[in-house]
């Protein structure tokens, strides 16, 4: 199968069912374990990119949140909260297919803080400097959940199976 021709094609279809322009296909072992076009417009759920569903799908059916062994197509360069998902699942290769510099006369997705072009740019300030207001208030109980968790694994630091770095 064409995996590349297949990220397209769930793009297309989504765009001519009133969705946005995006999709993933996850592949492991040859076969496609997880798809998804973009479902922000249809369900009203900011979070519901093609990467982040197609990523909790595949995780929930291997029943890890690791991807190891896996290629992830995507439709255009990911945005930051994909790329982060995408960072935190660990697959082999992420593939994608237009870069926003090619797909912007097209089309754009700039939000309250942040246009796309500079929001890399934003993630890297200081939380104090950035254009969303943010507040620290800092409470030692807050700390106390991570000790307990550290607790009951073992001392351990780290979650258990995940691939080093």
Known sequence: MDFVQRTIDLARQNVAEGGRPFATVIVKDGEILAESPNMVAQTSDPTAHAEILAIRDACTKLGTEHL???????????CPMCLGSLYYCSPDEVVFLTTRDAYEPHYVDDRKYFELGTFYDEIAKPWQDRRMPMRHEEREDAVEVYRLWQERNGGERRVKGTPPA
């Open 68 to 78: 190891t062994g896996a290629t992830i197509y995507v439709l255009a360069h990911p």
